[in-house]
Every structure is written in C-alpha cells, then in structure tokens.
C-alpha cells in the first residue's frame, strides 16, 4: 500500500497535524473508565510537525518506521492523503512492537464500532481492549501478532470469568497477523466444545487480523452494532465465506 500526499501545500499549511495526534476524549464511563487512543502515527513516521519535507518533495508518505498502518489517512481533515493498493495479503505490521500494535488495533475497532479502548494504558487490566457498539454489545479484545490464538482464547475465557460478577461481557475479539491453522489442537475445536458446555455456551468468540481491519478502515465503511458485521464467527460461516462477505462490504463503499 502507498499512502500518497495530493496537495504538499495543504500539509503545510495545516494547523491540525491530525495524522500524527488526535485528541479522542471519548471514555467509557460505566465500565473502568476506559478512555479511547489518542495517538495516530503508531511510530512517529509523521512527526508534530506533519510529513516531512522529503515526504512533501515525493508527494508520498513513506519515513523511516512508516508501516502503511493508513491510520493517516482516515484521520486527515482535508482528505490529502489516499491510500493505493491496500491489500489483505501485504503489510508492514512486524515494524510494530506489542504497544505499538495494540495502539493501531483499538483505533481501526474504534472506527469499525462506537467506542474501542486501548487497555495496555492500564497494565493493571488483564485484557489488551475493549470494545462496545452503539446497541450496547461489548467484547474483550485479545491480540497476538505471533498469531497463538489458543493462548488469546484462554485470555478471553479469564476476561469473561474475572469480570462476569460485575458485569455479563461474553463476546471476545481475538486480532492476529492471519487466520488459524485447522487441526486437532486448534482453536475453531476449542471454541465447539466452548458450546457443548452450559457454563461457556453463550460465550462468542470473533476472529480477524490487522491487514482485514486496516481494509474495512480505508474502505471508510459506517460503524456497525453488531460484531459479526465486520468479524469472523467460526461457529457460523467458513474462513473463505467470511473474506467474501468482507469484500462486499468494502466494494459497497466504492
């Protein structure tokens, strides 16, 4: 993906500089008091003072530690930056560490739903985020970028169980660099037997990865309240039925 800049001008001579930080006040006041990212360029490829003068000569972002996250792009207030060529299957995402990561993961849910809180702020929360939409649904998000989804499930089931006598959360987010492997130890078993008993039956477990959050978010997609809008329910469609629904989605918003 290449995030070009339209007009260099504009860049200079804006005062916002919202592609490096935003200030998103937005808490959640009846659960922990969580509070939404702030921070737009994970990496400060984008410095305070906006693109840098090599970025504006070749009329492209592309510093040193710009991973394409795009993040830039949808937080621009005059659209001068566009993204090209993004693609599920490319990215640049291992120039991120874990803090790093959980950082961009909450802002593409926060744009993808109505409030998403980046819990690594906190380290005394057990859980990497959270996320509620507009109908009131809420889920605990999970992230691993070295992609052990049965370790992220095992998190979840304590997210559930650690905060299930304040508060009833049963749906958790888990966000990993792809999909999991099928097998006999892999969690698409898991969360089946997850069903068969009456204390984890009601549970929901969502699946996605950066790559498809960073598609939806540049495609500029409407919030949604239902997590299944945007994630993958193993327990309902196919990895495969999963990607096309999600191509539909972006296509609908060209």
Known sequence: MKIKIVNPGKCESCNAKSCKFLTLATVKEDFLRLSSETSICPTSAIDEN???????????????????CGLCVRFCPHGNLVAAGCSSKANKFEGLDAIQLKAVTSLYLSLLFDFAANTNRNQAL???????????????????????????LRRILGDVVTYSQSRMITNGIVVLSSFPKSGSRDVYSVVEK???????????????????????????VKRADDFHAFLFDCTSESEKVYLERVIKVIEGQE
Do not use: H, Q, W
């Open 194 to 220: 997850m069903r068969a008993f009456p204390t984890t039956r009601n549970i929901k477990v969502y699946i996605t990865t950066f790559s498809i959050l960073r598609m939806l978010c540049m495609a500029g």
């Open 126 to 152: 057990p859980f990497d985020g959270y996320v509620s939409t507009s109908s009131g649904a809420e889920a605990f998000v999970e992230i691993d970028a070295g992609d052990d989804s049965l370790e992220c």
């Open 50 to 68: 906006g693109p840098s003068e090599s970025d504006l000569k070749k009329k492209s972002i592309g510093g040193v530690g710009c991973v394409e």
